[in-house]
């Protein structure tokens, strides 16, 4: 199964063309069963990555609001030791924050060799309110795709793993979801107005995601589309992706452990043949 669509460089996105909700003949409960498999599976891969200690991981999501940013990050990690993963959330830049370049305050809380780090909103905030709101000046976000662009060949360069998530919603699902917020009491703190003023901007917004999607898709840091009308198969479509990124590498991590292992043993032994 490959439910995420991963985009190639350089080709030129059109969302309407992806279906939030495709036909996928799976159930629900054949759903449920494979995501059980594959969260013990980013476990495992994420308990490897931690101990080899050679990569990290960067996981950016971004989507509307009501996407499911934070509802993917508790499903896809219910298996991820919490101590070798970290979540950063992007909230309307600081006084301070903005009197640097945009990012600054990315590149402070990328993850370390051997940490998860996942973006909850990120730097493409800054190709996509800051465009649909005309926060900055055209001549200042347009070169921010390029730059985006850099700095994540920095950080591949650098060891790091990056998967990128698109929650692709439907206009109308984001109405009810906005809808039923209302109606259950402990979804009441998530309430704003803001988000039924933002909805007016939709189209702003596609067009903001389809050209960082279109322009920001590179072999070392792809984007992923995601169809996520319905929350257990976007649970799905992410894990998949990110068991498959992680996969190959598990070889590698395992081997350099057994070296360390074999190492640590040898001077425990040298130790104890000096006594
Ligand atoms: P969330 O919706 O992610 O749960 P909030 O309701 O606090 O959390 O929303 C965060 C807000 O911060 C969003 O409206 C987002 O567009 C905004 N934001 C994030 N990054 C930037 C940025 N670089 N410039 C302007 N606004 C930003």
């Keep these: 199964m490959q439910p ?86 992007f909230k309307v830049p600081t006084e301070q924050e903005l009197a640097h370049d945009f990012l600054w305050r990315v590149h402070r809380v990328v993850p370390p060799r051997g940490m998860i780090t996942i973006f909850n909103r990120s730097h493409y905030e800054d190709v996509l309110v800051v465009r649909v709101h005309e926060l900055a000046p055209e001549e200042v976000w347009q070169k921010r795709y390029e730059q985006i662009n850099h700095f994540e060949k920095l950080l591949a360069d650098n060891n790091t793993i990056i998967m990128k998530f698109y929650l692709h ?52 840091a792809p984007w992923y589309i995601i169809p996520a009308n319905k929350k257990w198969y976007r649970n799905l479509a992410v894990a998949e992706v990110i068991a498959q990124s992680l996969r190959p590498y598990r070889k590698r991590w395992e081997g350099s452990l057994s070296k360390l292992a074999a190492e640590k043993l040898a001077e425990l032994e040298a130790m104890r043949n000096a006594k």
Excluded at 191 to 215: F, K
């Design 169 to 220: 919603i439907s206009r109308d699902e984001q109405e009810e979801r906005l809808l039923e917020r209302e109606q259950e009491a402990e979804k009441a703190w998530k309430l704003s107005v803001g988000d039924w003023e933002e909805r007016e901007y939709w189209n702003d917004y596609m067009r903001a995601y389809e050209e960082a999607l279109s322009r920001c898709s590179t072999d070392y």
């Design 4 to 89: 995420a669509k991963k985009i190639k460089p350089g080709k030129k996105v059109k969302l309407s063309h992806y279906d939030p909700e495709p036909d996928t003949g799976l159930s629900k409960e054949e759903a449920a069963e494979r995501m059980k498999e594959l969260s013990q599976e980013v476990g495992d891969l994420q308990e490897s990555l931690y101990a080899a200690g050679q990569n990290s991981v960067l996981i950016v999501l971004q989507g509307m609001d009501t996407s499911g940013k934070d509802g993917t990050i508790r499903n896809v990690m219910s298996e991820v030791n919490p101590q070798g993963c970290r979540i950063e959330s």
